[in-house]
Structure formats: C-alpha cells, structure tokens
Nanobody
Framework: QVHVAESGGGRVQPGGSLRLSCFASGSIFNTYAMGWYRQAPGKQRELVAE???????NYVDSVKGRFTISRDNAKNTVYLQMNSLTPEDTAVYFCNAYVYGMNYWGRGTLVTVSS
C-alpha cells in the first residue's frame, strides 16, 4: 500500500503562483511514475502533468510554459510549480502514484484562483 498526500493548495490572485507538494510512501519511490491531476467543478478529472521514474515529463497543453513538475527522490516528494495562474486553473488537484500497475491517489488539495 502506498500512501499519497498533497499539500500547498490555497487561494491566489490571477497571475500569482503556488507550489504543490505530494509525498508518497515507500522505499522505492524512485521507481514510481507520478502525476498531478485536477478536477474543476462540473468537469471530469484531467491529467495536468506527469513525471516518470527517470524524470521525463509531460504536460497538458493548457499549462505548458506555466507549470513545472519535478521530483526529489530523497524526500519521496513530487512538486508542481504553478505560475501565471488564471481562474481556469481553479480545481481540486490530486496527486497520483503509479506503482507496478497500481494507481494510488491522494485526497486532493484545493486551488482557487480569484481576485
């Protein structure tokens, strides 16, 4: 069982920045593929960014150039740096750990972009 926990959400004004953190348990974190997803009210959950065990990254088009995913294997943590936020980025952000064919999810952290 892998436990996943997000932190760092909050309210920010348009144009502002936030950094989300996600801790995943386990001694083999370096083998996990990690991803950030988000779900806005009334919408389906969507992949925002993902990072493989070797550090390859992928982003949804709407966040390219604004968001950066990274990982620190020594801390079992993956980050999502979010810049130039817009109201359309408002959502609950979920962290996912993909481990040997199994998906593990955190409970999510709310990001609200509003003036």
């Amino acid at each position: 069982q892998v436990h996943v926990a997000e932190s760092g959400g909050g309210r920010v004004q348009p144009g502002g920045s936030l950094r989300l953190s996600c801790f995943a348990s386990g001694s083999i974190f370096n083998t996990y593929a990690m991803g950030w997803y988000r779900q806005a009210p009334g919408k389906q959950r969507e992949l925002v960014a993902e990072i493989t065990s070797v550090g390859s990254t992928n982003y949804v088009d709407s966040v390219k150039g604004r968001f950066t995913i990274s990982r620190d294997n020594a801390k079992n943590t993956v980050y999502l740096q979010m810049n130039s936020l817009t109201p359309e980025d408002t959502a609950v952000y979920f962290c996912n750990a993909y481990v040997y064919g199994m998906n593990y999810w955190g409970r999510g952290t709310l990001v609200t972009v509003s003036s």
